[in-house]
């Protein structure tokens, strides 16, 4: 399956200094796919995933929204932790 990206997936990426190297090493290793509303998924590596491969720990930390209709990248996001308010 070829995936593309949209013009607001390639903005994203290009501003988050997200390669063409990383995001094919991203894709090839992507094992964890889950629901993100309105159509879409979420691909993500798993950490577990992510420690076998060399320079995989920034992998683990990225996210790609994917369109279930169009099979297109919507957009491409880092992944951190939530801070909890107290």
Known sequence: MSLSLTRHASLRRQ???I???RLH???EHADI???AGRNCHELR???EIA???HGGEKL???AAIVSDDTFEIVTMKHV???RRRR
């Open 15 to 17: 501003q988050r200094g």
């Open 19 to 21: 390669s063409n190297k």
């Open 25 to 27: 090493a991203f894709f």
């Open 33 to 35: 796919d889950r629901p």
């Open 45 to 47: 590596v798993s950490h």
């Open 51 to 53: 420690a076998t491969i």
């Open 60 to 62: 683990s930390r990225l």
């Open 80 to 82: 951190t932790r939530r």
